[in-house]
């Protein structure tokens, strides 16, 4: 018995220092944390000729002339980097290597990241109704946005498709003018990022970040202490970095804020503001669906709230117009009094009682709920990731993001259509013994969202990087089956939805097929 | 002469499923302070049953229509084995099931996270008219399936492996005694089945931080021949994690805080020798990203005495009066 205490103290020594580890392994990294620098295969100079998705020219907005390289102004502006780099911190380092990963991917980023914080459904008033977010008073409870999958859609298509066209018109200046990089006229500048060939006025990534900043503040006007910290530091890091000069900063600022109005322009006139629709709309779309003889949709929240975004199938698309968008709309579910439809019900049923941890795993993996950056984020993610390893020019990347994201805005509009239409009771409704793996949407089932989404982002992607197109497929069909396995769709929700969002991402692929940028 | 016994009572509130899952349920390390005797060990089955309609959405009190009321169920085994007079090793094993009884969402069940624990009694001194002993209690837990965290409220655990280290002091006047603990939790950060996931800022992982937890327990009562009686109050606090957000779905990195009021009783019968019966209630009086549980269980244990020669030991701290 006298061992004991001189065996328990190295026990609890070797407890002690197996903790040790453990207490400092608490931050977990993202898998984009410490991203090489971009160093695109090609620079893309050309880019000035690509098709823009609403400038009527790469022209249509003027960039001053710039500076000689030779005058006092430019020296200075060449002193202000050699001054920061005199004495650089860790933090402008660190500043610095987080930017350099790209500028379309790290803005994607961010808005995912707002996406996530406002993916929030309000909370009831005492009434039992449901307030409604104020875009004018953004930070009062509930705030503004509700950014839900339909309005996440239209925010990175509309932030994407903004960056695109700005980068275009600043590749025709860069062309135009051809000024150099700043290490390319005095050989002393240090560069922390790798050196290219793009003549550097207007900057490519003060263009992207003016875009950004002026979409932001229409998408997400109550986070503008965020935003604005991100776009000085991304704009700071060029400079630190040696990578631009003070005016080919300011200079590709300004154009991506005026290309971006013009988006703003559109976006405050797409019909998205009044996506929510009225009581009467609410009301309409129950009358129309039972005058067909069918069992409507009812929310099964408590308190009843209304459907998400009922009008948003009205918004403008942006890879075809309004009449094209309603011939996407697919045709009509099993009626809610068939046999057909029973047999669906009864295969969920199936489905969520037999919840093995596989079907657990695939739901949630693919669940992209409350508090998530959406379905459209999550392919975003997916894309990102993909398009870090293809080397490209920033332009390129945003090219290819704004196909995607149009492509995913376009899908939430004929989605949104079709439940809205036809107004088709989930599983759960025809039977409540379903009970579901992951929050269950409050809008009408047929066509699965996901469905849609995934089919749209699948075939997009697959056209640009086809060495990955059998991979895209089964995630789509995977994040497809995820919504059966959770007990929210039905199977014909699902098939209908992934073939439907193929024929929009066709949209898109046609459009990058002629849009000047090759492959 | 029977007084050791009393070591099986409160290895069964051991493991708590604090909460219904909302707070960890792992890494309540065994806390009485009482041991079983050498080559004696004390095993039963125990169930419990937890269900609260209001949480703590942060610090704001809230219920949910569309969970109603959450419960869950326990099914476990627990067990105390004496390998000295000083020394215990005890082990957990529970079986969990949740459900909700309102909204569309699926119930879980599964095992949840096994616990063991090495009690270690090096103090036992008399001071004034009563009893001192002191104990340093370590404990591991980890998930024993491969159960999903992510589904609060109705995940059955949050799978983080922990150790805990427990440090208690036992003091006993008559029929009387005071029993107060602390405990620090390391937990190890966990893997979710999303690849991206929001807390106050973003994270591009499927890896979660744990934030570490601070335990305390205070109990005092009737502890005399056949009958333990007493009153508990205990702390459980997370050390970091973020609140819920408004109308939000909780996360297993949240601050989990909560402070528990209960009772717990235990009586050994004559016959048959060996056997006891326990039961205990608890009421969450304050708390932070938790349901205000009301919580129930109760359990057999029986004692095998694998001591040849003396059929029934007396444990020596149990010198009563």
């Known amino acids: 018995m006298k061992k004991l205490p001189l065996y328990i103290s190295i026990l609890l020594l070797l407890v002690t220092a197996g903790m040790i ?16 620098a971009l160093q695109p295969d090609k620079t893309d100079l050309d880019a000035g000729s690509w098709k823009p998705i609403l400038l009527t020219s790469a022209n249509e907005f003027p960039v001053s002339t710039p500076v000689a390289t030779t005058t006092p102004e430019y020296i200075a502006q060449l002193n202000e980097i050699k001054s920061w780099q005199a004495s650089l911190t860790d933090n402008e380092r660190n500043i610095v290597k987080y930017w350099s990963a790209g500028a379309v991917l790290r803005w994607n980023e961010i808005l995912r990241e707002l996406v996530a914080k406002h993916n929030l459904p309000p909370y009831q008033n005492d009434d039992g109704t449901y307030p409604v977010p104020n875009a004018s008073n953004p930070l009062a409870y509930p705030q503004f946005p509700f950014a839900n999958p339909p309005y996440a859609a239209r925010a990175y298509a509309y932030v994407s498709a903004a960056q695109y066209d700005a980068l275009v018109a600043a590749h025709y200046y860069k062309k135009l003018f051809n000024r150099p990089a700043p290490y390319k006229v005095d050989a002393t500048i240090n560069t922390l990022v790798p050196q290219t060939d793009l003549p550097s006025y207007p900057s490519e990534d003060a263009v992207v970040v003016g875009a950004a900043v002026e979409m932001l503040k229409l998408l997400f006007p109550g986070d503008q202490d965020l935003i604005q910290q991100k776009a000085e530091e ?12 003070r005016s080919d900063i300011e200079a590709g600022e300004a154009l991506g804020k005026a290309v971006a109005q013009k988006f703003v322009a559109r976006a405050r006139t797409d019909r998205a503001g009044a996506a929510g629709g009225t009581q009467a709309d609410w009301t309409k779309f129950e009358t129309d669906c039972m005058a067909r003889g069918e069992t409507p949709w009812y929310s099964q929240e408590l308190p009843k709230r209304p459907p998400m975004l009922p009008m948003f199938g009205k918004v403008k698309a942006f890879l075809f117009d309004s009449l094209t968008a309603i011939s996407l709309r697919p045709g009509p579910p099993p009626l809610t009094g068939s046999a057909k439809m029973k047999e669906e019900t009864d295969e969920i049923l199936k489905l969520v009682n037999d919840d093995s941890r596989e079907n657990y795993r695939i739901v949630h993996f693919w669940a992209d709920g409350v508090g998530t950056s959406t379905p459209p984020g999550h392919w975003d993610a997916i894309a990102a990731e993909d398009f870090i390893k293809q080397h490209y020019s920033e332009v390129r990347w945003a090219r290819n993001m704004a196909l995607l994201n149009m492509a995913l805005m376009d899908a939430a509009i004929v989605c949104w259509d079709a439940k809205f239409f036809y107004f088709n009771p989930r599983p759960s409704q025809m039977n409540p013994k379903i009970k579901t793996l992951t929050g269950l949407p409050n809008f009408p089932s047929y066509i699965s969202g996901h469905s849609t989404f995934s089919g749209a982002a699948a075939t997009v992607l697959s056209h640009l990087v086809p060495g990955r197109a059998g991979a895209y497929d089964a995630m789509a069909r995977e994040a497809s089956l995820s919504r059966m396995l959770a007990g929210i769709h039905y199977r014909a929700d699902c098939e209908m939805g992934l073939e439907c969002g193929k024929n929009i991402g066709n949209y898109a692929v046609q459009r990058a097929k002629t849009d000047g940028a090759g492959d | 002469m029977t007084k050791f016994w009393k070591a099986c009572f409160q290895c069964c509130l051991a493991l708590f499923i604090l909460l219904a899952a909302l707070v960890p349920a792992a890494a309540q390390t065994e806390i009485d302070g009482i041991m079983m005797t050498k080559n004696n060990f004390c095993v039963g089955p125990m169930y419990g049953y937890s269900s609260w309609k209001s949480y703590w959405e942060g610090t704001r009190k809230r219920e949910n229509l569309n969970l109603g009321r959450v419960s869950t169920e326990m099914f476990s085994v627990m067990g105390n084995y ?58 591991v837990s980890a998930p024993l399936s491969n159960y999903v965290a992510d589904f609060l409220p109705l995940s059955i655990g949050l799978r983080s492996k922990s150790l805990s280290l427990r440090v208690m002091g036992d003091y006993q006047v008559g029929k009387i005694f005071v029993t107060a ?29 744990m934030p570490d937890a601070l335990s305390f327990n205070l109990r005092t009562g009737y502890r005399y021949a056949n009958l333990i009686a007493e009153a508990v109050l205990d702390n459980w606090t997370t050390l970091g994690g973020f609140d819920i957000t408004r109308n939000n779905m909780p996360f297993p990195s949240n601050r989990m805080n909560a402070t528990r009021l209960g009772v717990n009783m235990k009586y050994e019968l004559n016959i048959p020798r060996g056997l006891s019966i326990v039961a205990s209630g608890n009421y969450v009086i304050a ?23 003396q059929p029934t030991t007396t444990s020596p701290k149990q010198s009563q009066p």
């Not at chain 2, 599964?110 to 063991?116: M, N």
């Not at chain 2, 602390?182 to 591009?204: C, P, Q």
């Open chain 2, 287 to 309: 708390g932070r990203n938790v349901g205000q549980a009301t919580t129930v269980n109760g359990g057999l244990f029986y004692i095998i005495n694998f001591n040849k020669k």
């Open chain 1, 21 to 36: 580890p453990f207490a400092c392994s608490k931050n977990e990294s993202g898998r984009t944390d410490d991203l090489p």
């Open chain 2, 82 to 139: 004496g390998i000295s007079n000083k020394l215990n090793i005890l082990f957990a094993v529970p079986y969990i099931k949740t459900k909700a009884s309102a909204g569309t969402l699926h119930g879980v069940e599964g095992i949840q996270d096994g616990s063991l624990w090495v009690k270690w009694m090096p103090i036992e001194k008399s001071i004034g008219k009563g009893n001192l002993t002191a104990y340093g209690i370590a404990g």
């Open chain 1, 234 to 245: 991304h704009k700071r890091a060029r400079i630190i970095a040696g990578a631009n000069v």
């Open chain 2, 181 to 209: 603990s602390g405990t620090y939790i390391f937990r190890d950060n966990i893997k979710i089945d999303r690849d991206a996931y929001y807390t106050t800022e973003m994270h591009y992982t499927n890896k979660v931080s």
